[in-house]
T-cell receptor, first 112, second 115 residues
Framework: ETGVTQSPTHLIKTRGQQVTLRCSSQSGHNTVSWYQQALGQGPQFIFQYYREEENGRGNFPPRFSGLQFPNYSSELNVNALELDDSALYLC???????????FGPGTRLTVT | AQSVTQLDSHVSVSEGTPVLLRCNYSSSYSPSLFWYVQHPNKGLQLLLKYTSAATLVKGINGFEAEFKKSETSFHLTKPSAHMSDAAEYFCVVRPMNTGFQKLVFGTGTRLLVSP
């Protein structure tokens, strides 16, 4: 059974640019959640997708958006990057909305 | 709002000695509580979870935690530390008043294990 995978592992972008991060959920999981983990902090919930629809959102601006595809993989898009967006972005999948979450290794985004 | 407070940012122990990582929670509802571990350059791994069954919860790698409602605590313990336990540990609460699973993380405790 393949776990949660994320790509790329590292990414460097310039302020004002746009970025897309990708996540493949664990087999059989229809729910994907995204978290932002700034250096030295705990992860912060960005949003959750369930069966291709946004199911809940944390305190992040609209320039953070996402998609979930029919195979339940997901993308996180961030527009107009700011320096404070530099962080580890974690994806987690679960069998349904209120079940245990399994995390991927994350994508390290650096904004210069 | 539901939250967790991890009382120590760093804990240092010697290999073979007990580990205690402290966590207090704030919740208006009966909470679901978790401990996750994060090794360098790796994703988060679930150690254990409390979901209103037994108050003493056993997890992987010899860790356990006790839910104490009177003290609003959910401390993580291990009888004997191993070098491989050195990592960042997060206490996590899952609010039960939403229609989706949003995990709320503490700020983390870095466990250092010396030989």
């Amino acid at each position: 059974e393949t776990g949660v995978t994320q790509s790329p592992t590292h990414l460097i972008k310039t302020r004002g640019q746009q970025v897309t991060l990708r996540c493949s959920s664990q087999s059989g999981h229809n729910t994907v959640s995204w978290y932002q983990q700034a250096l030295g902090q705990g992860p912060q919930f960005i949003f959750q997708y369930y069966r291709e629809e946004e199911n809940g959102r944390g305190n992040f601006p609209p320039r953070f958006s996402g998609l979930q595809f029919p195979n339940y993989s997901s993308e996180l898009n961030v527009n107009a990057l700011e320096l404070d967006d530099s962080a580890l972005y974690l994806c987690a999948s679960s069998p349904s909305r209120n079940y245990e979450q399994y995390f991927g290794p994350g994508t390290r985004l650096t904004v210069t | 709002a539901q939250s967790v407070t991890q009382l120590d940012s760093h804990v240092s122990v010697s290999e073979g000695t007990p580990v205690l990582l402290r966590c207090n929670y704030s919740s208006s509802y009966s909470p679901s509580l978790f401990w996750y571990v994060q090794h360098p350059n790796k994703g988060l791994q679930l150690l254990l979870k409390y979901t209103s069954a037994a108050t003493l919860v056993k997890g992987i790698n010899g860790f356990e935690a006790e839910f104490k409602k009177s003290e609003t605590s959910f401390h993580l313990t291990k009888p004997s530390a191993h070098m491989s336990d050195a990592a960042e540990y997060f206490c996590v609460v899952r609010p039960m008043n939403t229609g989706f699973q949003k995990l709320v993380f503490g700020t983390g405790t870095r466990l250092l294990v010396s030989p």
